[in-house]
């Protein structure tokens, strides 16, 4: 039986590039929609309300891009960081490790990057390290302690199998 | 995620400050009227409560003007050109000499004067609206004339030499309907 594990199939890009998409529209129209409500604000302004229209946009347009931040700064960013890993380690040239299997608790961010937790495999004296995305790192954290052999791709985890 | 909101807190707080600036200018434009349509008076006090005297003074604007503007001298830092255009000047009589060139006569403005003036080389030009020894002057509710550590001067008003409603009398208007503000 197979028993090697990856840790990202061409499906789950797929659903990647679908889910990166469909943030990053939500984002835009967020976006536009704020816009929109602040142009037609302005185009309702008259001499009298134009104290209380102004404070109205302002607001909005606050608000609106507060949201459009967060959109754009936390699922946007992560999802386009995590389906261009995706797309390396599935890509990229695979090198293996073997090692008994210890992985950090401290979560680390390369700036512009993704998320992960570093790692390293003992084998004997040797030891070598590596780092998984965080996102993935559930089912490898269920293996610590036990002898595994990694697939690497640019020093990231691409799969395992248990020895 | 409030995490994630704190380590970026300056891109929050930056959208907030460009907001607040840019739908003020694009306010501050589209609330903007043409010269013809607008009377501006000068205020030479930065304690001035400009809205609600440009407010009190809207209820009596003349027809065919939209928008009735008070602002301090402070307003005017970066931009002098529209501060020499403005229609009346609200100004102390020590300070009145540096801006003689912004003013227009009394007599060439239709005015006549019931009180005291300020006058230049014999020329009437300024009305006088607060007098420093009684403490009275027109619209004192909205204008502090005074301030703790000043000494107390007389102010006047003038009118403006660029104003776009030197012939037509809308500035006379809103002179008047100063005056007639406590």
Same mark, same amino acid.
């Given at each position: 039986?197979?028993?090697?594990?990856?840790?990202?199939?061409?499906?789950?890009?797929?659903?990647?590039?679908?889910?990166?998409?469909?943030?990053?529209?939500?984002?835009?129209?967020? @976006?536009?929609?704020?816009?929109?409500?602040?142009?037609?604000?302005?185009?309702?302004?008259?001499?009298?309300?134009?104290?209380?229209?102004?404070? @109205?946009?302002?607001?909005?347009?606050?608000?609106?891009?507060?949201?459009?931040?967060?959109?754009?700064?936390?699922?946007?960013?992560?999802?386009?960081?995590?389906?261009?890993?995706?797309?390396?380690?599935?890509?990229?040239?695979?090198?293996?490790?073997?090692?008994?299997?210890?992985?950090?608790?401290?979560?680390?961010?390369?700036?512009?990057?993704?998320?992960?937790?570093?790692?390293?495999?003992?084998?004997?004296?040797?030891?070598?390290?590596?780092?998984?995305?965080?996102?993935?790192?559930?089912?490898?954290?269920?293996?610590?302690?036990?002898?595994?052999?990694?697939?690497?791709?640019?020093?990231?985890? @691409?799969?395992?199998?248990?020895? | 995620?409030?995490?994630?909101?704190?380590?970026?807190?300056?891109?929050?707080?930056?959208?907030?400050?460009?907001?607040?600036?840019?739908?003020?200018?694009?306010?501050?434009?589209?609330?903007?009227?043409?010269?013809?349509?607008?009377?501006?008076?000068?205020?030479?006090?930065?304690?001035?409560?400009? *809205?609600?005297?440009?407010?009190?003074?809207? *209820?009596?604007?003349?027809?065919?003007?939209?928008?009735?503007?008070?602002?301090?001298?402070?307003?005017?830092?970066?931009?002098?050109?529209?501060?020499?255009?403005?229609?009346?000047?609200?100004?102390?009589?020590?300070?009145?000499?540096?801006?003689?060139?912004?003013?227009?006569?009394?007599?060439?403005?239709?005015?006549?004067?019931?009180?005291?003036?300020?006058?230049?080389?014999?020329?009437?030009?300024?009305?006088?609206?607060?007098?420093?020894?009684?403490?009275?002057?027109?619209?004192?509710?909205?204008?502090?004339?005074?301030?703790?550590?000043?000494?107390?001067?007389?102010?006047?008003?003038?009118?403006?030499?660029?104003?776009?409603?030197?012939?037509?009398?809308?500035?006379?208007?809103?002179?008047?309907?100063?005056?007639?503000?406590?």
């Amino acid at each position: 039986m197979d028993s090697k594990r990856e840790l990202y199939s061409r499906q789950d890009v797929k659903r990647l590039e679908k889910t990166s998409k469909r943030a990053g529209l939500a984002a835009a129209l967020m @976006a536009a929609a704020t816009l929109g409500v602040c142009v037609l604000l302005c185009c309702l302004t008259d001499q009298d309300n134009a104290a209380a229209m102004e404070k @109205a946009a302002v607001l909005s347009s606050i608000l609106g891009g507060w949201i459009v931040i967060y959109l754009y700064n936390n699922p946007v960013k992560d999802l386009r960081y995590e389906l261009g890993h995706a797309q390396m380690l599935l890509d990229g040239e695979r090198e293996t490790l073997e090692g008994v299997l210890a992985l950090s608790r401290q979560r680390m961010r390369i700036r512009g990057s993704i998320r992960f937790y570093p790692l390293t495999l003992t084998d004997g004296d040797e030891t070598r390290r590596s780092k998984v995305i965080a996102s993935r790192a559930d089912a490898l954290r269920a293996m610590e302690g036990k002898r595994l052999r990694l697939y690497v791709v640019n020093g990231y985890v @691409a799969a395992w199998e248990e020895l | 995620m409030l995490k994630n909101i704190f380590s970026q807190w300056y891109k929050y707080v930056l959208w907030a400050l460009l907001s607040l600036f840019f739908w003020g200018w694009i306010f501050t434009l589209l609330t903007d009227a043409r010269p013809a349509q607008k009377l501006v008076l000068c205020v030479d006090r930065p304690e001035l409560r400009s *809205e609600a005297l440009a407010d009190a003074l809207s *209820e009596q604007k003349p027809e065919g003007i939209k928008l009735v503007a008070v602002h301090s001298f402070d307003y005017y830092i970066f931009d002098t050109e529209e501060l020499r255009c403005a229609d009346l000047y609200l100004v102390g009589e020590n300070e009145a000499e540096k801006y003689i060139d912004s003013f227009r006569p009394l007599a060439e403005t239709g005015f006549a004067s019931p009180g005291e003036t300020w006058t230049h080389e014999g020329v009437a030009y300024g009305w006088k609206v607060y007098d420093a020894q009684t403490g009275e002057g027109a619209a004192a509710s909205y204008i502090a004339y005074t301030a703790e550590g000043e000494t107390a001067q007389d102010y006047y008003l003038f009118f403006g030499a660029e104003s776009a409603h030197r012939e037509d009398g809308k500035a006379l208007r809103l002179a008047e309907a100063l005056m007639n503000l406590s």
